[in-house]
Nanobody, 121 residues
Framework: QVQLVESGGGLVQAGGSLRLSCAAS????????MGWYRQAPGKQRELVAT???????NYADSVKGRFTISRDNTENKVYLQMYSLKPGDTAVYYC???????????????WGQGTQVAVSS
């Protein structure tokens, strides 16, 4: 069984910053990549950033230059440092991991429960 637990969301004024954290635990054999997605009210879930084991990061155009994703491979954690936040960043942010639970298993995707980020103007 695998769990992803996020923390660090909250309410911040425009221009402010927040740092999200996500810890993956349970029966984890290897993680291919971890990342963050977000879903605003009435909108589809969208990619924010992902990071692979070799620290290769990928960002949505809307957050490039403002958000930084990082990963602690030894503790199966991923972070999202968010700067210059805008009201348009308001959403529930979800942690995601593509991982194996055993050497003979396939890679499967797992989601956290989400953490709310609200940016006021």
């Amino acid at each position: 069984q695998v769990q992803l637990v996020e923390s660090g969301g909250g309410l911040v004024q425009a221009g402010g910053s927040l740092r999200l954290s996500c810890a993956a635990s349970g029966s984890i054999f290897s993680i291919q990549f971890m990342g963050w997605y977000r879903q605003a009210p009435g909108k589809q879930r969208e990619l924010v950033a992902t990071i692979a084991g070799g620290s290769i990061a990928n960002y949505a155009d809307s957050v490039k230059g403002r958000f930084t994703i990082s990963r602690d491979n030894t503790e199966n954690k991923v972070y999202l440092q968010m700067y210059s936040l805008k009201p348009g960043d308001t959403a529930v942010y979800y942690c995601y991991a593509l991982l194996k639970t055993g050497s003979g298993s396939y890679y499967q995707g797992y989601w956290g429960q989400g953490t709310q980020v609200a940016v006021s103007s």
